[in-house]
């Protein structure tokens, strides 16, 4: 059995801490009325949880304008691909990376990808997250702000060019060439020539990484889908709001979901921000006027979708994986 390395370990751990404060705050918020409300919103949750294939698309648009030469994998293959990718990074405490990886290899096997291709494709799709993530955060801190008085423009600020440099610092790595030099180096040290494929990918993805970044055209295309999917994402928490048959308001959603996916982004050791992006939600809901017991519904109610979309994605991942393992082990035995 293959050992877990310290830093899955770790993660683990926190996630384990997460999921016990997830249940104490729980506990904490009488469970038997939370559940009863999310019983009571029937077939308002299946709205709620379908809806979610809209931003999922978009996803699937962002990453398919990076692809820039053929072949490439079509826009429905990458579509389900996303899907799974999703699903990992969800639902595997141990494997949060693990999931761009997932949909990377895919995008190869299935999809017909360059090798190189795909993982700067991945990259790029990042590296675009990140950046539009951060300015949907900043505009929903901002509308907080405005909003409750609570925050200063000057913490705002402080938060956007932290944000930025950290973002800016990834980007210049990617731009350098990181994988030439790291595959070069252990070419080196290990002195093997099996080893010397290393120095030959590093280099080819560090290129096709430069390459996409020249696309201005490809970018523009990609980044407009990603800040459309976090936009349209706030609907998910609208449909929400209305599920519970709590007050409707669009600026209290993108709060919400701005606020919250900030905070799993700057969480990213604990698997899904377990507890904390909740203990996000009761507080920014408190602000903006809603119960603790309402905002941590509205919380529950996006991990019920989580499931709702991670449980199937892992399950069709593992089929995936074991068909292509038993094909290679029968194809093996037959030469």
């Excluded at 991945?122 to 951060?134: E, G, K, N, P, W």
């Amino acid at each position: 059995m293959k050992k877990l390395g310290t830093g899955q370990i770790v993660v683990i751990l926190l996630g384990i801490a997460g999921a016990g404060l997830l249940a104490f705050i729980i506990y904490r918020s009488n469970p038997h009325e939370i559940l009863k409300t999310i019983v009571g919103a029937r077939w308002r949750l299946c709205v709620v949880v379908a809806y979610h294939l809209l931003p999922l698309f978009l996803d699937a648009v962002a990453w398919h304008a990076l692809f820039a030469d053929r072949p490439r994998p079509r826009l429905r293959q990458l579509y389900w691909m996303r899907w799974l990718g999703e699903s990992v990074s969800t639902m595997l405490p141990a494997m949060q990376v693990g999931g761009d990886l997932v949909r990377a290899r895919l995008a190869v096997i299935i999809g017909g990808a360059r090798v190189s291709a795909s993982i700067a494709s991945v990259l790029v799709d990042i590296t675009l997250s990140i950046f539009t993530q951060a300015l949907f955060t900043i505009a929903g801190l901002s509308l907080l702000a405005a909003s409750t008085r609570r925050f200063s423009e000057g913490k705002v600020v402080a938060g956007a060019f932290v944000v930025l440099l950290a973002l800016a610092g990834f980007y210049a790595i990617q731009r350098i060439g990181i994988f030439r030099i790291i595959s070069s180096l252990v070419s080196r040290m290990a002195g093997e020539k099996s080893w010397q494929v290393l120095k030959h990918e590093g280099a080819a993805l560090d290129d096709d990484t430069r390459a996409l970044y020249n696309r201005p055209r490809s970018l523009a295309i990609s980044g407009a889908a990603t800040m459309a999917s976090w936009l349209f994402g706030t609907g998910e928490v609208f449909l929400s709001l209305w599920a519970l048959h709590l007050p409707v308001k669009y600026s209290t959603a993108f709060i919400l979901e701005s606020v919250g996916q900030g905070i799993e982004a700057a969480m990213f050791l604990v698997p899904g921000a377990l507890g904390l992006q909740e203990g996000a939600y009761m507080g920014v809901g408190k602000l903006l006027g809603l119960t603790a017991q309402a905002a941590l519904t509205l919380a529950l109610i996006r991990r019920l979708r989580e499931l709702s979309f991670g449980v199937p994605g892992v399950l069709t991942w593992q089929a995936i994986e074991t068909r292509r393992a038993w094909r290679s082990r029968s194809t093996a035995s037959a030469r």
